[in-house]
């Protein structure tokens, strides 16, 4: 009986490998292109109005923690197990979520409220020291 000759697979991984970076890496960029695209385009004068009116509205949530308990919640979520928001709504523009940081809590603390793209550009944000909403286009 005949022996069977050993195949090489290496360069046909070096071929699949090749095929993959020359058609796959393109897709990825053009898709991560088309997103930002989309998330940028949602920040139309309608949208920004009303993450505006959504974000007034966490503000004040957010407010009436500090006032009952002399702190700043850790996240949003907190605001809902406590029953100050229903739920966390979502933005309609950018990456479709509100990001909220606790800023130096240990001083009494100040926070960052902003909806924004994933690229963080453009972005509707809470300004805490003016206290009013700042657009970044």
């Known amino acids: 009986m005949r022996a069977m000759p050993k195949l090489n697979l290496l ?5 699949a490998l090749v ?3 020359v058609l ?3 897709a990825i ?3 991560r292109i088309v997103d930002s695209f989309r998330q940028e ?3 139309t004068s ?8 959504q974000g007034r509205m966490i503000v004040a949530a957010i407010n009436e923690y500090h006032d009952s308990t002399g702190s700043y919640p850790e996240s949003l979520k907190v605001l809902v197990e406590q029953s100050l928001l229903d739920e966390v709504p979502t933005p309609p523009l950018g990456n479709h979520r509100w990001e909220y940081k606790l800023l130096y809590p240990d001083v ?3 926070f960052k409220l902003q909806a924004c793209t994933d ?4 972005c509707v944000y809470y300004s805490f020291e003016e206290e009013k909403w700042r657009i970044d286009m």
């Open 119 to 122: 690229d963080h550009y453009p």
């Open 29 to 31: 960029y053009t898709f």
């Open 108 to 110: 009494g603390g100040i």
């Open 11 to 15: 360069p046909l991984a070096l071929v």
């Open 41 to 43: 385009s949602s920040f």
């Open 46 to 53: 309608e949208n920004i109005n009303e993450a505006e009116a």
């Open 24 to 26: 796959g890496l393109p």
């Open 19 to 21: 095929i993959t970076v």
